[in-house]
């Protein structure tokens, strides 16, 4: 399988609910979370002056994380990264999933 480009996890993202929370400008640098995968207890962002560059080292982490034995591990793995259709359609379970619980 072909390693994912900074525009398809970056289209990806923004199909998601609350988008704007996960890709936004801030003092001068486009930041990209991995919180619409991982939740925000196990959040990370990646910043740089071209959301590009800052979605390329969001795609490095998730890489480097399948099958790794750790909470961000467990979420890149199960969602079936690297494969685009399957993360968002995991992501979208989970929304769902969330939303029904009190």
């Not at 990806?12 to 936004?24: E, G, K, Q, T, V």
């Not at 080292?57 to 591990?73: A, E, F, K, N, T």
Request: aromatic share 10%.
């Amino acid at each position: 399988m072909k390693r994912i480009t900074a525009n398809e996890i970056l289209e990806l993202i923004r199909s998601l609910p609350d988008a704007d929370d996960h890709i936004y400008f801030f003092n001068g640098h486009w930041n990209v979370t991995n919180e619409w995968l991982c939740g925000t207890f196990c959040g990370r962002g990646f910043s740089a002056k071209k959301i590009e560059v800052a979605a390329e080292m969001l795609i490095d982490y998730l890489y480097r994380h399948i099958g790794h034995d750790s909470m961000v591990g467990r979420e890149v793995t199960a969602s079936g990264f690297p494969d685009l259709k399957k993360v968002k359609e995991y992501c979208m379970n989970k929304k769902t999933l969330h939303a029904g619980v009190s």
